[in-house]
């Protein structure tokens, strides 16, 4: 039996990315900082970017989430409303540099207005997630190709974000989205995960996502 290809899935949080990749045909290992117990996979707690050093030339794909509150809306949001927010790590240049460094094929996961290079952005309902509101932008030195925004092709959309899914009604029509998710249970019914609690799954790749990748990376590193 031919081994399957090995994927390092840096700042893995819950494991909504390694989901979609092990769904596409991948043997996952993920890191993060911090202790991830609803991870479905190998994991190992640490510092993303020196495992990547350390390890990183061991498997054909790395993929990497640094953290996005920095670049997020909520964050403009919150300083609006409250003068001032939270500090978070601006990591995507170094992990680009670390990516770059192991030699292997890799792909950055962030959102709009993050400083990655963005060469697709993947939609939620145009890879079957009809109600959810979510778009995610990656970069990788693999050629890539994504699915067109579907949003106007739903009449709403929701959102699985903030501090508690209370059902808020909120308005953006780019996206479509109505309201924000009414509790866990329908949160992930929209984003395709049933493992993890409020706090991750907001945070969350839909799987979809990077099964829709994952599958054309098979297809490259199989070429």
């Known amino acids: 039996m031919t081994a399957k290809p090995r994927l390092l899935d840096l700042f893995c949080g819950a494991g909504g990315a390694a989901m979609g990749y ?17 991870y479905q996979f190998e994991f190992h707690q640490g510092d993303a970017l020196e495992y990547c050093a350390a390890h990183g030339y061991e498997f054909d794909v790395i993929h990497a989430s ?14 609006s ?9 601006d990591l995507v240049d170094d992990t680009r540099r670390a990516l ?3 030699g292997r094929h890799w ?3 962030n959102v709009q207005n993050s400083p990655i290079d963005t060469h697709i952005i993947l939609c939620g309902v145009s890879l079957g997630l009809p109600e959810l509101a979510r ?7 693999l050629l890539l190709f994504a699915q067109p925004c579907a949003h106007r092709s739903v009449p709403y959309t ?10 808020r009604r909120v308005s953006c029509p780019q996206f479509r989205l109505s309201r924000i998710a ?10 395709g995960i049933d493992w993890m609690t409020w706090d991750e799954i907001k945070l969350a790749i839909p799987p979809a996502c990077t099964e829709y990748i994952g599958r054309q990376l098979l297809q490259q590193l199989e070429a």
Do not use: W
């Not at 092990?22 to 609803?38: E, L, S, T």
């Not at 009414?182 to 984003?191: C, D, I, N, T, Y």
């Open 107 to 109: 792909i950055i996961e």
């Open 66 to 79: 640094p953290p996005c509150q920095a670049y997020t809306g909520m964050r403009n949001i919150t300083i």
């Open 81 to 89: 409303r409250f003068g001032a927010a939270p500090e978070h790590p």
């Open 22 to 38: 092990y769904r596409a045909g991948f043997d996952v290992v993920g890191v993060d900082i911090k202790p991830q117990p609803r």
């Open 100 to 102: 770059r460094a192991t």
């Open 135 to 141: 778009h995610r932008h990656f970069e990788s030195d």
């Open 158 to 167: 929701i959102g699985v974000y903030g501090d508690v899914p209370n059902g």
């Open 182 to 191: 009414k509790g866990l249970p329908e949160a992930s019914r929209v984003m």
